[in-house]
């Protein structure tokens, strides 16, 4: 079974805009953590945000947020005020703390272009 | 945030030759390093995962012999592709494991294409 689920191949978001990345994944595990990476064109993978099983608050940084609904096990991305920069792939991940397994599992990523 | 290089960041080589990748955390220490690889227009899939002064954990399906990974210090970890084929052509990202709770930071990248 997938354990991270992007179900957008891709998005266009007209510039200054908000757009949502929508995230859902499969875990039994109680302690967890989910993260977003944006991937340019170059390749590097850059980390936006993280949000822990156990916080009870939505993560924020910036102009990103995670909308974090844990009965629904979905963690979407919330970009505000969208720039040409943001142009990107994004990749939702996740790593369960009490599996033994320190790496990270990716989803299958979302390529969002910005429109001027 | 924490800094990882990678290099080279692209190299051509011809099928049947060895290529050596190199990840360097540049401030820090990682005992744990990960190697994955991202084909075109696809997610990034674990390889394996480097242990400082042990042998790696290699996922299912990645043949050992082929990828050789040496994690010699706390600061450098390698990928050895073997006898190269053009169907190991792809992008080879690596992670270090740092603190929580951002915990992986990436290099930017090798791109490697078997002729």
């Known amino acids: 079974a997938q354990k991270i689920t992007q179900t957008q191949p891709g998005m266009f978001v007209q510039e200054k805009e908000a757009v949502t990345l929508d995230c859902t994944y499969d875990?039994?595990?109680?302690?967890?953590?989910l993260f977003w990476y944006k991937q340019p064109s170059s390749g590097e993978m850059i980390f936006l945000i993280y949000?822990?099983?156990?916080?009870?608050q939505n993560a924020t940084e910036g102009r990103y947020s995670l909308n974090f609904q844990k009965a629904r096990k979905s963690a979407n991305l919330v970009i505000s005020a969208s720039q040409l920069g943001d142009s990107a792939m994004y990749f939702c991940?996740?790593?369960?703390?009490?599996?033994?397994?320190?790496?990270?599992?990716f989803g299958s990523g979302t390529r969002l272009q910005v429109q001027p | 945030g924490a800094v990882v290089s990678q290099h080279p960041s692209w190299v051509i080589c011809k099928s049947g030759t060895s290529v050596k990748i190199e990840c360097r955390s540049l401030d820090f220490q990682a005992t744990t390093m990960f190697w994955y690889r991202q084909f075109p227009k696809q997610s990034l899939m674990l390889m394996a995962t480097s242990n400082e002064g042990s042998k790696a954990t290699y996922e299912q399906g990645v043949e050992k012999d082929k990828f050789l990974i040496n994690h010699a210090s706390l600061t450098l970890s390698t990928l050895t592709v073997t006898s190269a084929h053009p169907e190991d052509s792809s992008f080879y990202i690596c992670?270090?494991?740092?603190?929580?709770?951002?915990?992986?930071?990436f290099g930017p990248g090798t791109r490697l294409t078997v002729t």
């Open positions: 991940a996740m790593r369960e703390h009490n599996t033994g397994r320190r790496a990270l599992t």
């Open positions: 875990t039994s595990d109680q302690s967890y953590g």
């Open positions: 949000q822990g099983s156990y916080d009870e």
């Open positions: 992670s270090a494991r740092t603190a929580p709770p951002v915990e992986q930071y």
